[in-house]
């Protein structure tokens, strides 16, 4: 049997290459991440922890939220402004998803054992997630308004020479700072107010949220940055 191609098969041209193919690795885990963290943030926010030693309270979502702000921060030192901008208009779509399903199982009729012999899970759960539309509906409010917010003071701060740790460290933490002060206002205000007074949540978490923006998110933002480049790095080597 002959095994030579055809002059026809020999003309059939390539498939061509999925443009997930030339996407960067360290783009690919972080777009991952954003998404998931879009969905917990809203998920833990109808938590409040308190900051102790005081009486001031911050809501469990920041701890997602900061790690949202530094994902966006660092897709546009790697990847540009104009990308990490819309990766954050993309971020509703996973929001709108998860609420979408958290309305059917709610209408679901729960099953006949869990009514009999965990009325009280079932009960609390219901509790909860029927009254979490509000965090669901504050969330998309105050999360485009402070990522917006934070890439372009992030990308407004960038000068000539601004690839320096120090100089990435500070733009991240004044512009995750100001962002996230803002964030504050408008999710607990929009989420909370009339179901419980909201000043001390409101101060402690934006209290919180500067002293992490100043404190911590520099730090995760520079190792965001180095883990997105050895990702990069590693499947430019698997690709050669």
Same mark, same amino acid.
């Given at each position: ?8 098969? $020999? ?21 991952? +991440? ?31 939220? +900061? ?10 030192? +790697?990847?540009? #402004? ?30 006949? %054992? ?11 759960? %219901? ?6 539309? #509000? ?20 990308? @407004?701060? #960038?000068? #000539? ?9 500070? @733009?991240? $933490?004044? $512009? ?18 009339? +179901? ?39 499947? $430019?080597?698997?690709?050669?």
């Amino acid at each position: 049997m002959n095994d030579t191609p055809s002059a026809a098969q $020999a003309a059939v041209p390539p498939a061509p290459a999925s443009p997930l193919a030339n996407m960067p690795l360290g783009l690919f885990v972080f777009t991952l +991440l954003y998404g998931g963290m879009t969905v917990l943030a809203g998920v833990l926010a109808f938590k409040q922890v308190q900051l102790w030693p005081t009486d001031l309270a911050v809501e469990s979502g920041i701890f997602a939220f +900061l790690l949202l702000v530094v994902i966006s921060s660092t897709m546009a030192q +790697l990847y540009g #402004r104009q990308f990490a901008q819309r990766i954050v208009w993309w971020g509703f779509l996973p929001l709108l998803i998860a609420s979408l399903l958290m309305q059917l199982v709610l209408s679901l009729p729960a099953s006949t %054992e869990m009514v009999a012999g965990r009325a009280d899970d079932l009960a609390a759960f %219901e509790q909860v997630h029927s009254t979490v539309w #509000r965090v669901w509906a504050a969330g998309p409010a105050a999360y485009i308004t402070s990522l917006l917010l934070n890439i372009w003071i992030f990308d @407004r701060l #960038r000068g #000539r020479n601004s690839g320096g740790t120090i100089d990435l460290m500070v @733009r991240g $933490a004044i $512009a995750s700072a100001l962002s996230q002060a803002v964030d504050s206002v408008i999710f607990i205000t929009l989420a909370f107010y009339g +179901l419980f007074p909201i000043t001390n949540l409101l101060i402690g978490q934006v209290i919180a949220k500067v002293v992490l923006s100043l404190i911590l998110v520099p730090f995760l933002i520079t190792g965001g940055v180095k883990a997105a480049k050895w990702l990069d790095g590693r499947s $430019a080597k698997l690709g050669a």
